[in-house]
């Protein structure tokens, strides 16, 4: 079974975001790029799948400029066996989702996984819009997911809960946890990670139909008003009077 | 011409969240022209209608099939396309949850549109296309950026827009679309939901607990004092990693983002990730007995103390007030 993984390049989650002088640019200065979170789960899931089923093959796939390739390194040191970079600007999710296609039409991918969203844009659109461009199944957020044969069954949250879906390959999955633990290279993966191969093409034409202008930054929230714990009804009257909320 | 909004409803009725997409497409409608069309798919009771009228629809189309009571993604997808088709809407408008991300994804692959999401306001025309305002980086940021294109599908965030009310209510137009065998080949063979219980990404006021509340068997206190103010129920990542508490509460960076009018953390240190869930809120108290959280610099109203004394006492105080 061949696994392709899509992974995004992100800041890390604990990073406080800050944006050039002008607004026009995200600040990288001190910003550690990583592998999505959510990318992250469905990259650890497939390289549990591989080493379940025999013969199987993971393929980390990134949209992005040279700049990524350290992240796909780290992909590849968590045990995808090669990887293949799309030298674009990730524009806008059409266009990611355009590349990606482009590839597994030029592959033959049985199970395609990523994150359910990415965490800097947050569309949760691109596993969508792949599975429409492919006419297959999509499914998305997944939290479990086995493969028996061609027969898959996955656990999809919904809101208030979760079901329990079975469907076939060829799957698009949109992941999340707890689908696997999250893996941390080892010194051996690291080490065969520089000589895995890293195949990198060059995208084919699409326009982003989203173009992104400038960004701000949300306003402040005033000093927080510390209530007496001897009195927490002053916090009722407050979230009543002052606040208004309830 | 004209916009379609896509209602997802909860037993049976419209969620509070597609009343403001309808809002929503009432707003670009008034800005593109033609109808601003409200479509619920699967079962609908009888006064869904008063309130998507209300809500800015000019026409409400319902068809009844209950295999969309399912919420499966490919038949949601086709039959939104089949609605757009029908009814020449270049505008098509969802509230963003779980299902619409991927329905919106496909629908604008289906009918050709560029896609917009996250949105936090209503655009402005701008040319050929709009102007938004869209929430990025997990509520740590908002972008202003250009969407072009003839057509256009927009997905809002929770609290985008207020819902106007005041329209005429609408008798619902029965329709019909087909569901194709390639659109069902995923089978739900088990739903497992908590009944009765307020939708999180939906509610107004959220209760959440963390690794301060030091056990599952400690979350009557967090469910009593949601009781007590109508509220979802929510906790920190480390609590449904542990198990205490099942995933679909998590809320943060890696769960369910919340944007409600009140959110109360109970024994939330306040990781970034954490914040990252809940900085739409519009008010936020916290309870914690460490006077240095992180969460009281992201929050209105504090409380330092130890939790087991604090939210009996707040339980009590709210019923009193009531």
């Keep these: ?246 | 011409m004209g916009v379609l909004v896509f209602v997802e409803t909860e037993n049976g009725a419209p969620k509070g969240s597609a009343l403001e997409a309808v809002s929503f497409g009432k707003a670009i409608a008034d800005m593109v022209g033609g109808e601003n069309v409200a479509l619920v798919l699967g079962s609908m009771d009888g006064s869904g209608g008063d309130s998507l009228g209300s809500a800015g629809a000019d026409k409400v189309l319902h068809d009844p099939n209950q295999e969309y009571d399912k919420g499966l993604i490919a038949p949601t997808s086709s039959a939104i396309s089949q609605a757009v088709e029908a009814s020449g809407a270049d505008h098509v408008v969802f509230s963003k949850s779980s299902l619409s991300d991927s329905v919106a994804a496909r629908v604008s692959i289906k009918i050709g549109a560029s896609l917009a999401t996250n949105l936090v306001s209503v655009p402005q025309k701008a040319g050929d296309g709009f102007q938004v305002r869209r929430s990025i980086f997990t509520g740590k940021a908002i972008e202003n950026a250009e969407v072009s294109g003839d057509k256009v599908v927009f997905s809002i965030k929770k609290g985008a827009v207020e819902v106007q009310g005041g329209g005429g209510a609408q008798n619902p137009e029965t329709v019909s679309y087909s569901i194709s065998d390639s659109d069902l080949k995923a089978n739900i063979i088990g739903s497992h939901k908590a009944e009765g219980d307020v939708l999180l990404p939906e509610a107004d006021i959220v209760v959440s607990g963390g690794r301060g509340m030091k056990g599952p068997e400690n979350w009557g206190m967090i469910e009593d004092l949601a009781k007590s103010l109508g509220a979802a129920t929510g906790c920190s990542k480390p609590v449904s990693d542990m198990g205490w508490r099942p995933h679909h509460e998590h809320v943060g960076q890696t769960g369910v983002k919340v944007g409600p009018n009140l959110y109360v953390a109970v024994g939330i240190s306040g990781a970034i990730q954490h914040l990252a869930g809940v900085n739409s809120s519009k008010v936020i108290v916290v309870i914690n007995k460490d006077p240095e959280a992180p969460f009281f610099k992201a929050a209105d109203y504090g409380v330092v103390g130890d939790a087991f004394e604090i939210v009996p006492k707040f339980t009590e105080a709210l019923k009193g007030a009531n």
């Excluded at chain 1, 996984?113 to 792949?130: I, K």
């Excluded at chain 1, 957020?141 to 493969?147: A, S, T």
């Excluded at chain 1, 999250?182 to 051996?188: A, G, L, V």
């Excluded at chain 1, 890293?198 to 949300?218: N, T």
């Design chain 1, 1 to 246: 079974m061949n696994i392709l993984v899509c992974i995004s390049h992100v800041p890390d989650t604990t990073t406080k975001i800050k944006f050039s002088p002008d607004n026009k640019e995200l600040d990288k200065q001190g910003v550690q790029f990583v592998i999505g979170p959510y990318d992250d789960f469905a990259l650890a899931r497939a390289v549990e799948l591989k080493e379940q089923i025999p013969g199987s093959k993971v393929t980390a796939l990134n949209v992005g400029k040279a700049e990524t390739e350290p992240t796909i390194r780290k992909a590849l040191a968590i045990g995808a066996d090669d990887a293949i970079r799309v030298n674009a600007h990730p524009g806008d999710s059409l266009f990611v989702a355009t590349q990606i296609h482009e590839v597994i039409k030029n592959g033959e991918y049985d199970l395609v996984m990523m994150g359910r969203e990415t965490s800097d844009y947050n569309t949760g659109a691109v596993h969508g819009m792949v599975a429409e461009m492919l006419g297959w199944p999509g499914l998305s957020p997944v939290m479990k997911l086995e493969i028996n044969g061609s027969s898959v069954s996955l656990q999809r949250e919904i809101e208030g809960g979760h079901e329990d879906i079975e469907t076939q390959l060829p799957l698009v999955a949109g992941c999340q946890e707890p689908i696997a633990e999250w893996k941390i290279p080892n010194m051996r993966g690291i080490m065969s990670a520089r000589t895995k191969p890293l195949e990198v093409r060059e995208p084919v034409p699409s326009d982003a139909k989203v173009k992104s202008g400038s960004y701000e930054l949300p306003s402040e929230r005033s000093e927080c008003r510390m209530i007496d714990p001897e009195n927490v009804g002053e916090l009722v009257d407050l979230l009543k009077s002052e606040a208004k909320v309830i």
